[in-house]
């Protein structure tokens, strides 16, 4: 019987975060050289700027959660106490469905009265209409990734991404094409995307986790507030993060044209292929130490955490010059 190893775990999750970006990053370096020639500058800046505003505005929906379910659902998994896995996924679920409703409708009162006020382009509002319905799926997608970050199964998370990419790459640029660059089609396509890697998603819970009918039977232990409790605060720090990634493109839009957006947009795109390595080395590290700290294995703690940056400092210096 295999002894199991921290820093074997966080490893093997690293590998599979690697490849996992690096396919997605091809996938996503393919599908915007068409979908940019189709559209040209205005009609790709245009979509670069309700994109943004959607996955700005879509984290809100989480309230800080992704965290909070790695921190529990970690430990409640590594025993496998059933109540408490089911406990902590449940009221998660519940959690969600709540603030995703909320921003969801939020986005349609902004789209009806002050969308076309900060941007005034045509086509704007038809868009955000038809994006402001991902962002439910959204939460759900990173809930599910959330999910399997816990369990230590990089792998799945990053099916379900490539799924979504993959879709998008082999619908969205024959679909433009035909359609002559139609924008609402590619909201609908994009939204396609989504709903599909939520169902996918919950089909990979269903198979790894436990039976959703299961999952939905029989009493659980109620983990909302402590949940809610925990996340809550962490929603600044990943809002902050967010809005320094996407706000300058925000700012072009309000100040220059959406020629500008679609100008800038798909540098950021490839400036973004520089967090591969970081990302792949912390995928995990955050459920692993939780789960030592859980245990009071504080020699295991240190010794991980020291040979985790290590890596991510030795690999990160060549990649950086």
């Known amino acids: 019987m295999n002894k199991y190893s921290p820093f074997h775990s966080l490893i093997k999750g690293a590998g599979f975060v690697l490849a996992g970006n690096f396919f997605i990053y091809f996938l996503g370096f393919i599908y915007h050289i068409p979908v940019v020639r189709i559209l040209g500058p205005e009609?790709?800046?245009?979509?670069?700027?309700?994109?943004t505003i959607i996955t700005i505005i879509a984290p809100l929906s989480m309230?800080?959660?992704g965290t909070g379910i790695i921190y529990y659902l970690s430990r409640a998994y590594s025993p496998y106490d059933e109540r408490s896995v089911k406990g902590v996924i449940i009221s998660s679920g519940k959690i969600l469905l709540i603030t995703s409703s909320i921003v969801t409708a939020g986005v349609i009162i902004f789209t009806t009265g002050w969308a076309k006020k900060l941007f005034p382009y045509q086509g704007i509002k038809p868009l955000l209409y038809i994006m402001a319905f991902s962002i439910p799926f959204f939460a759900f997608i990173n809930f599910g990734e959330g999910v399997f970050r816990a369990i230590e199964n990089a792998r799945a998370g990053y099916e379900v991404k490539i799924l979504q990419d993959s879709f998008k790459l082999f619908f969205i640029p024959i679909a433009l094409w035909f359609s002559k660059g139609n924008l609402v089609l590619l909201?609908?396509?994009t939204l396609t995307g989504f709903v599909l890697a939520f169902t996918y998603s919950g089909y990979l819970i269903n198979r790894l986790i436990m039976p959703l009918k299961r999952m939905f039977t029989g009493s659980y232990e109620p983990y909302g507030m402590k949940l809610f409790t925990f996340s809550w605060p962490l929603l600044i720090n990943q809002y902050v993060q967010t809005i320094g990634k996407k706000v300058d493109i925000l700012f072009i839009g309000y100040f220059l044209s959406e020629k500008s957006v679609g100008i800038y947009r798909p540098a950021v795109v490839l400036s973004q292929y520089m967090w591969v390595i970081p990302q792949a080395m912390t995928y995990l590290l955050f459920p692993i130490m939780n789960k030592l700290l859980a245990g009071d294995n504080w020699r295991e703690f240190f010794l991980v955490s020291k040979r985790a940056y290590k890596y991510i400092l030795y690999l990160n210096i060549p990649l950086l010059c």
């Open 43 to 51: 009609k790709y800046g245009l979509w670069g700027l309700v994109y």
């Open 63 to 65: 309230v800080g959660l």
């Open 187 to 189: 909201a609908i396509l």
